[in-house]
């Protein structure tokens, strides 16, 4: 003869299927919590790794983003045309391409005006110069003189360097040392008393 249990014992130790729910509410039958745990987990982790190479590339691009910004900002209006004209100071015809109207003396105006300069012109057949806008004090000039001669050295790079023995406290010489090209910056006062910044690209002879 069988044993019978009570309706009530049977039905509480029946096997059935384990029910659980999820956030989101929908049956999971039968799946244990450590299983859950572990999925879950690795969900996290996952998110957690990918966050993490967002981040480390959007730090990797500031460096070279920030590099580019200050190259920008450093480099002078007059850059351009300032390389230009010290590669014509080479050529064969060196400034007569951008030679204009006659002036007093061997001078003739400069079809080529730097950006944020004045009074371009051309001395000869060798020599470009330029003056600065006019500023008040022989101090005022001097800062200038050395603000622009860094601007100058950013601008043109590799291959140009202070010719000490040809410099001066009034002036200073740049020597490029693969071409016969130099460019001199001094102070100089104008005729009604106030101070500029000249610029010539020269020709050098030796």
Known sequence: M?????????????L????????GGEERRGLPAFARGSRTCERQGKA???KRAIMAVALASLPATSLAQNARAQAPAYCFDLSRVTDLA???????SIAGRPRQGDFRDARVVLADWKDCSLYGAATYTCDSAEMETAEEAERARAAILDQVKSCLGAGWAEAAER???????LHNAARPVSITLSTDQTDNKRHVVRLTV???RN
């Open 167 to 173: 410099s001066s406290p009034s002036h200073v010489v």
């Open 48 to 50: 957690m790794m990918q």
């Open 90 to 96: 080479v050529t064969k015809e060196r400034f007569a």
């Open 2 to 14: 069988h044993e019978i249990l009570p309706k009530k014992i049977a039905t509480s130790t029946s």
């Open 202 to 204: 020269f020709v050098r």
């Open 16 to 23: 059935r299927p384990r029910k659980d729910w999820h956030d």
